[in-house]
Structures are given as C-alpha cells and as structure tokens.
C-alpha cells in the first residue's frame, strides 16, 4: 500500500471508514461481525493503517465493532484510529469529557489517535466556541488521550475558513469527490488546509457509493464507450488520489469485493499519475451528470431566511441527486425522513424572498412545487 506522509508518520493513503459495514437483516446496528472482522483484517494485511468511525454510526455500534475488533485482532498499536466527538449532543464543557471518556471506553483504548468533531459547520462553530472545545481539545492532547485535534465538515466554503482558522488543528475531514471539486471546502479548502499544514482526510470520495454504481442505461452507453477496463469505482479513487495535498481517501467499503477493488486501486495510483485519457472520461462523465441536474442550485444558501423555513438547498440537493445518480427511492426516504411536513416544499407561501437572494437566478417559487411534486411521489 502506498503510504502518504502526515508530520512524523506515513498513513495508507486509502483508509477505512467503518459507517457502511456489513448488516444482517439489512438492519444498520446489526453489523455482519465476521464478515466485517475479515474485511478489516484484509485491509490491514494489504498495508491499510487508517481506520474512521464515529459516535452515531451503525445507530452507535461502530465504535464497539472497532473496539471488540481490535481487543480481539491485537492490533490497537499497529494501527491509526480515528473517532469523532458529537459535537450536536454536546451542552457543556463537561459533555466533551463525557463523550470521549465513553469513546474511549467503547473503543477499549486508552488514546485515540485521530479525534475529529463532527460535521462542523458555521453554526456549530459558534456553539462550540462558546462551549470552549480548544480548551478541551488542548487538555485531550496534553494528557494524551488524543493524539491529533482535527474537524470534519459540512458546509460552504466561507465557514470552511471559519473553521479552519478558529484553532490549530493538525488535520480536517472534508467531502471530495470529482463532482464535488466545487461544494463545501472543495478544491479550494483542500489547498488552502494542506498549505496551513493540516493533514487532510477525504469522505465520500465516490459520493457515497453514487459514483461508484454499475453503469446502467444511457450512462453504460457513455461507458461503453470509453472503451475500458477501468470500473467506475476505480476511476473515480484514481481521481481523488491523483491530489498531492490529499493524505487518506476514506472508503466506506461494503463488501468484500469493494475491498479487493480498492485495495488494488490505492495500490496502483498516485500523485499526478491521471491519465489524459481519464481525465478527459471524468469531463464527460461530469457533464452527463450535469445535463441530468434539475436545478443549477449551487447550495450557496442565499435563499436561507425562508419565513417558512422551507431548507431549500437540501430539498434541490436530494431532487438534483435522484436526477443525476438516479437514485430516486433514497432522494424520496431522505425527503420525508430528514424534512417535517411544515418545512416541506409544499409549504411555501410564494413570498419571494428567496428568488430576490438567489444569485443563481432560478425560480425557487416553480421548482419548489417541481420538487414536492417529484419527492412525494410514492416509488
Ligand atoms: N465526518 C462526516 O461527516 C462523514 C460523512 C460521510 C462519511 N464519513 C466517513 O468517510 C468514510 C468514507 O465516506 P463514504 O463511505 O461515503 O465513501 P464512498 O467511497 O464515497 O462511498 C462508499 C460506498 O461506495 C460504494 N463503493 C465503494 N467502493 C466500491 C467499489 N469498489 N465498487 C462499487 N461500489 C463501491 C459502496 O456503496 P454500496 O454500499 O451502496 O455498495 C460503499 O458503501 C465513511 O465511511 C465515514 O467513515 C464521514
């Protein structure tokens, strides 16, 4: 595997996220253990040394996997973990204690390597800053039970700089994949993090797994086209690996065969080595998906103030995903699930105020009522 250089260490550059394991029952906190065991294992043998998970993920049974995981593998000192502090549960200084002191617990270590707080953006900064986490995470790194502070992130790019320069953190987390060079941090933020000389971890390097699907339809037509052996996966980890200011692509591999994939991946490409060929098949793979967008929302979230508080980039976000990746039955679930009815698109009262702050000049009013319409359908 190759290794990529983080102050005095060398990381693998493709790490392992541990939030989309193998379930039984397709129940999320029902994690496949032996499966997952083996998975681990294999990427350990293969040179992977990164290993991501956090408090919420598998409905809060990731860090005990990891932690029974490692008890059983003797692996704790032969590896890098990275666990994320919930910064939304957290209503006092002491809660910062709290939580780590159970992390630790549930991952059975006395340190943990790598603490992010998670999924930082502008508003949770300043709750953050007013509950005092430098002092607690300066604290956690001088009595040891965190070796290097940093943050995860979601948001746009001016809170990006926010976060980054409201403490000295030794690395971020951010979202990066090749159709989100421009969203949230972006190429911009991995720039400007690696250039301050943060260390600078990768999420959803294939969107998720959107990226990474069995080319179906007009899209395998494209494919057929470019005449490859490459899978979609592997092109789309090629890309992000191709970024020297990138230290670990985080996968969160579902299956032993993804492993293999990547693993063979990760070790096959590097800084700079992209092909021209490859490049230009991600030009005509972004400008499919763009054709494919609903709305030219940029998520810039202008249009915030709703008096209805309607989250309209998130509702053109799931609409614009469900057109682009096709995936309509998850666009659909998330609506309902993650919006409450008076919030819905429905709900807009056509006042207007939005449309005067788009910058992108849509017609918020009309394709809101487009959206409801496509997201309330039934599947
Ligand atoms: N801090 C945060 O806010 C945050 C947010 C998101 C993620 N993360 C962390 O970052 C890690 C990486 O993000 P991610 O899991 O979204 O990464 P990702 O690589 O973009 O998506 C993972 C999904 O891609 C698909 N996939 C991966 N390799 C594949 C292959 N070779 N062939 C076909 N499909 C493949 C799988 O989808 P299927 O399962 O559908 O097959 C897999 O579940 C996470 O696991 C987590 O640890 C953190």
Partial sequence: ????????????????????????DGDESKIDVHEADRMLHEAFDAGVNYFDTAWPYHSGRSENFAGEFLKKSGLRDRLYLATKLPCWLCESYEDFDRYL??????????????YLLHAMDG????????????????????????RYAGFSFHDDYSAFEDV????????????????????????RGLKKAAKMGLGVMIMEPLKGGQLAKKPEGDLKELWDSFDTDETPAELGLRWVLD?????????????????????????????????????????????????????????CKYCIDCPRGIPIASIFKYWNEARRYGTVDSARKRYRANIKPENRADQCIECGNCEAHCPQKIPVIEML???????NADS
């Fill in 101 to 114: 002191s159970m992390q630790l617990e549930r991952l059975g270590t006395d340190h943990i390597d790598f």
């Fill in 243 to 299: 970024h020297p200011e990138v230290t670990v692509t985080l996968s969160g591999m579902s299956s032993p065969e993804q492993i293999s994939e990547n693993l063979r991946t990760a070790q096959s490409a590097g800084p700079g080595e992209l092909t021209d060929r490859e490049r230009g098949m991600i030009e005509e793979l972004r400008k499919f998906y763009s054709e494919r967008t609903a709305v030219p929302c940029t998520g």
């Fill in 369 to 375: 009522k487009q959206a409801h319409e496509f997201l």
């Fill in 164 to 187: 980054l320069h409201s403490y000295d953190f030794d690395f971020c987390q951010i979202q990066f994949n090749y159709m989100d060079e421009e969203f949230q941090a972006g190429l």
């Fill in 123 to 146: 508003q949770r900064l300043t709750k953050m800053i007013e509950l005092g986490f430098g002092r607690f995470l300066d604290e956690a790194k001088r009595d040891g039970r965190i």
């Fill in 1 to 24: 595997m190759r290794k990529r250089k983080f102050r005095d260490i060398e990381l693998s550059q493709l790490g392992f996220g541990l939030m989309r394991l193998p379930v039984l």
